[in-house]
């Protein structure tokens, strides 16, 4: 592509991309397609020819945009809603334009320390002593696995030369979590060589925060039958009910028994930020490692988490290597970003946090997450005060979990379900599901930098349509 048809077709991105931005919520926010829709349109063969983007841009429009679901849409409640705000975008437009490759100080020294930085204004706005050092990886499930990794390399003896297999002098190791956390931590305990097995846990109190009790009496009863308690994982903001385990009492523990704290607030760590949650991650600070993701409630487009670390010597233990290809003079001051987990290249993801930083500021990105939460609490009062819906957990966030009072037992959930199942296919918005104390509940996340308390309104009305008619189908 000349740098002139690169200039045309950009600005014409650039029109496409705003109008899109400034019109998201004319698209229905969940893909309107079958399985196996998008790829029958599409040739088996990579074109033998080059094409022109005229035609490239045809088919994305025809092809890829009906089976596009909308994150960017205000009526987005699914999950954790998110939006990839326009500072962002800008971000990883130039981070695309620039391809850097941030393996190494010198094939990157502005990805390389403009991270650092940016990290460490994320880590004073959530209020994270400067002792931790930040890194980002893609995924809350790639920082946690590096997280335990650490872990791993500090509690096992030489795993990084001999690993595990095989070794019978070492027993068994067991990582605690509490049954609300993110499936995330049973799959680095499966690509630790830890096991599935070695995950234990613990039961959750009525408002579903890790029980600290049966944390001490799991990690006692390990301990007299020989197994090496390796870490434990306390969530802030949990993936169903954005529940907080008590992390002041299970660091105490911790500390007590020498074990490591990973503290799982890929969602809501943002949140320390706001005045009402200044002490969110008061406790967290003598935590060993914590991750956060910005891009879940920080308006930054996927991909960007970050993990913070107490050790990161420990991580760089686990992970450092360095081939002659790779060797460098650069003064030993210098941090080569490779060093700090299993990937050598890296994005330049923090170009894009440093403008949604910049753009909003600490008072504008406070005021966006205040507004969700006052959302999402307007919200639980309507249910709260409704005849139809009951509220199933605490809402100390932007997420509320509920469903319709309808019927109990199988019946109830099957009335929920096809409540979940109408509103969604209104296409105007989109709200995902969960199971507490073996029900089916409904969740309404909000997350979206364009979503307002008319849209949250317009959801409340199709939910109440909605169970009226899924109890007359019943
Ligand atoms: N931790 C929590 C609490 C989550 O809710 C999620 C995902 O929603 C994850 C971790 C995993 O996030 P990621 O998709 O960034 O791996």
């Known amino acids: 592509m000349d740098p002139e048809s690169f200039r045309h077709e950009a600005h014409r991105l650039a029109d496409w991309i705003a109008d899109y931005l400034a019109s998201s919520s004319r698209y229905p926010v969940l893909a309107n397609v079958s399985p196996g829709q998008v790829r029958a349109q599409l040739p088996a063969e990579a074109p033998a020819a080059g094409e022109t983007f005229d035609a490239v841009f045809a088919d994305f429009e025809r092809i890829i945009l009906p089976g596009i679901t909308h994150w960017n849409h205000p009526g987005f409640f699914a999950y954790f809603a998110i939006t990839g705000s326009g500072p962002g975008i800008l971000g990883e437009f130039l981070s695309a334009a620039l391809n850097q490759q941030a393996m190494l100080w010198r094939t990157s020294p502005a990805a390389t320390e403009l991270e650092a930085v940016t990290l460490r204004w994320l880590q004073r706005l959530i209020r994270l002593p400067d002792e931790f050092e930040g890194v980002i990886y893609d995924t809350a499930s790639i920082s946690t696995l590096h997280a335990l990794a650490a872990a791993r390399e500090r509690a096992v003896p030489q795993v990084r030369e001999r690993g595990m297999a095989g070794r019978s002098e070492l027993g068994m190791f067991r990582v605690y979590c509490s049954d609300q956390t993110h499936s995330s931590i049973d799959k680095s305990v499966i690509l630790l060589g830890l096991g599935q097995s070695s995950l234990r846990k613990i039961p959750s109190d009525d408002q579903f925060r890790m029980r600290t009790d049966a944390l001490r009496a799991a990690i006692e009863e390990d301990r007299r039958s020989g197994i090496t308690p390796l870490a434990v994982v306390a969530t802030i903001g949990s993936t169903s009910t954005t529940s907080i385990d008590p992390v002041d009492e299970i660091a105490t523990l911790c500390a007590q028994q020498r074990v490591w704290l990973h503290v799982d607030a890929a969602y809501a760590g943002v949140a320390a930020m706001t005045t009402e949650y200044q002490h969110l991650l008061t406790a967290a600070a003598t935590a060993d490692s914590l991750v956060v993701n910005p891009h879940k409630w920080l308006f930054t487009p996927f991909d960007c988490s970050v993990l913070y670390c107490r050790h990161m010597d420990v991580l760089r233990s686990a992970f450092s290597l360095i081939p002659a290809y790779l060797q460098t003079n650069d003064p030993s001051v210098v941090k080569n970003l490779m060093d700090t987990g299993i990937q050598l290249g890296r994005r330049f993801r923090a170009l894009k946090l440093w403008m949604v930083m910049r753009h909003f500021g600490a008072s504008g990105l406070r005021e966006r997450l205040s507004e969700h939460m006052r959302l999402a609490r307007l919200f639980a009062s309507w249910v709260d005060e409704s005849r139809e819906f009951e509220r199933l957990a605490p ?80």
């Not at 309808?406 to 019946?411: L, M, T």
């Open 395 to 474: 809402v100390p966030f932007s997420v509320v979990c509920f469903r319709a009072i309808a019927a109990g037992g199988d019946e109830g959930d099957a009335i929920n379900e096809r409540v979940v199942e109408l509103v969604n296919r209104s296409g105007e918005v989109f709200i995902s599901h969960t199971r507490l104390n073996g029900r089916f509940a409904i969740r309404l996340a909000i997350g979206n930098l364009h979503t307002t308390e008319e849209h949250v309104r317009r959801a409340w009305t199709l939910l109440n349509g909605a169970v009226i008619e899924a109890s007359r189908l019943h």
